[in-house]
């Protein structure tokens, strides 16, 4: 039971959009910058976004982030059969212990 | 470039304690707002933060692990350690070292990652 919702998984056609959802509270997406991970089996999470909707370098814009209150969505656009990966949304916990929390993860299937 | 690597036993036993050791280069961990941290992922499932030590040696801890954790630097060695107490089985998982940029605002840099097996 993750501190953050996510859908466990999601699917879309190749070129076509999809969002994937993350939930939180006032002590967690409310209060503090999102984050997002790919991860493709195997292989170790790739940043995709941070502070909310900022892209590292080398990240496409297909990739988007925003917030609102206490959710926040990933967006990707065109999509790719390369974007089929679990994704993990994650931002502090501003409790009385702060502490680091990820989403349960979502698995995106590229039909 | 940034670069991290995980290094520690892949078998441990029940009870016993976990030592591993995430050398890095690319970065200084006396440069402030950085941060090098703990994440793990059991088998199949979801990514779980551990630990997270800063610059001036703060330290955060996953709140349901603290009392099993600790964390230090070596700034000299570009070595953090990450130690975990009383091992069980629940605890196999892939345990990667990261990179936290801009105190610790995300995880911008991740190790290739090591898998530790628990089991007697």
């Known amino acids: 039971q993750s501190v953050l919702t996510q859908p466990p998984s999601v699917s879309a056609a190749p070129g076509q959009k999809v969002t994937i959802s993350c939930s939180g509270s006032?002590?967690?997406?409310?209060?503090?910058?999102v984050s997002w991970y790919q991860q493709v089996p195997g292989t170790a999470p790739k940043l995709l976004i941070y502070d909310n909707n900022e892209r590292p370098s080398g990240i496409p814009d297909r990739f988007s982030g925003s917030k609102s209150g206490t959710s926040a969505t990933l967006g990707i656009t065109g999509l790719q059969t390369g974007d089929e990966a679990n994704y993990y949304c994650g931002t502090w916990d501003s409790s009385l212990s702060p502490s680091f929390v990820f989403g349960g993860g979502t698995k995106l299937t590229v039909l | 470039q940034i670069t991290l690597k995980e290094s520690g036993p892949t078998l441990a036993k029940p009870t016993q304690t976990l030592t591993l050791t995430c050398t890095f280069s690319g970065f200084s961990l006396s440069t402030s707002g950085v941060g090098v941290g703990w994440i793990r992922q059991p088998p199949g499932k979801a990514l779980e933060w551990l630990a997270l030590?800063?610059?001036?040696?703060?330290?955060r801890y996953s709140p349901s692990l603290k009392s099993r954790l600790t964390i230090t630097k070596d700034t000299s060695k570009n070595q953090v350690v990450l130690t975990m107490t009383n091992l069980d089985p629940v605890d196999t998982a892939t345990y990667y070292c990261?990179?936290?940029?801009?105190?610790?605002?995300?995880?911008?840099?991740w190790g290739q990652g090591t898998l530790v097996t628990v089991s007697s």
């Open positions: 006032s002590s967690t997406i409310a209060t503090n910058y």
């Open positions: 030590i800063y610059w001036d040696d703060d330290k």
């Open positions: 990261t990179h936290a940029r801009n105190y610790g605002d995300c995880v911008d840099y």
